[in-house]
């Protein structure tokens, strides 16, 4: 079952009169605890929205996180020790649907080629240069469907990535994984199969082969929620070039740059109810 969580009715009542006061709240926090690059994007609405881009070389990972105006948060944590991916969605319930003064959380980890972002110590080399422009990537990489097909235990999934269990603190029971995932992450790190069906378990056996989508709130039914995700802009690859050496006349190669590129996730998973499909990309 997803989780609802509870947060003070002044706060919903102000992100209701104004997601931009809310918008601007979070990006004051945010600025702070991850304050390396700060990039302004326009959205399909010609909004402009601000993504913050942060290294960890700690961890060995870059978290990319921003708000929409509706104050759904959108962090994706790019965990390159483990050629992994964890995207968490953070959104407020729906006061038609009696959800007022609540928001649910809901992760997603996924394999992630080594080339999706760069390597987290170029990223903590990167400099803000014309931080009031607004950016535009290089290169759309399209759309990248998937579907979930388990719910991952957060509390036994440190084996996986040891920043699941923080990340998806909030998403215990609605953190999504594919088990063919589970189970390559399994037999790459000699974690024994049995282990393996503890830590994912499918969703609801009652759902058929062919379940129905989500699209009535009022169904109490088995569904498939589908969910788009945009990262508008990232880091995707170093760029280089070459130059002539003057005292031996050799060429030299160096980074001189950056490749920015833009990618939508298409998730797909099932729940036990429409009520827990509030999220809509």
């Keep these: 079952m997803m989780l609802i969580y509870s947060i003070s009715p002044s706060s919903v009542s102000n992100v209701r009169r104004s997601s931009a006061v809310y918008y601007f709240l979070w990006l004051t926090i945010c600025q702070t605890s991850l304050g390396d690059l700060v990039i302004n994007f326009s959205n399909r609405g010609d909004e402009v929205l601000q993504e913050i881009i942060a290294a960890n070389k700690t961890t060995n990972s870059v978290t990319l996180e921003y708000v929409k105006f509706d104050g759904t948060v959108v962090t994706q944590v790019v965990d390159s020790a483990n050629n992994l991916t964890i995207i968490r969605i953070l959104q407020l319930g729906e006061e ?17 080629p080594p080339d999706e972002f760069i390597p987290p110590d170029a990223m903590s080399k990167l400099r803000q240069k014309n931080p009031g422009s607004i950016r535009s990537p290089e290169e759309d990489r399209g759309r990248d469907n998937q579907t979930f097909d388990s719910i991952l235990s957060v509390e036994q999934s440190q084996w996986i990535s040891p920043l699941i269990p923080s990340i998806c603190d909030e998403a215990h029971h609605s953190t999504f994984v594919r088990s063919r995932d589970v189970q390559f992450w399994a037999a790459k790190k000699g974690v024994d199969a049995s282990r393996t069906v503890q830590l994912s378990k499918p969703v609801p056996s009652q759902i058929s082969n062919r379940p129905l989508v989500c699209d009535d709130f009022g169904s109490s039914q088995p569904c498939l929620c589908r969910l788009q995700i945009v990262i508008p802009w990232f880091p995707c690859a170093l760029k280089y070039c070459k ?20 990618r939508i996730r298409s998730f797909s998973f099932l729940v036990e109810n429409a009520r827990q499909c509030l999220l809509d990309g």
């Design 96 to 112: 038609e649907l009696g959800q007022l003064g609540t928001y649910q959380a809901i992760c997603f980890v996924i394999e992630s």
């Design 243 to 262: 130059v002539r050496d003057s005292a031996t006349g050799r060429k030299q190669r160096y980074r001189c740059g950056i490749r920015t590129c833009k």
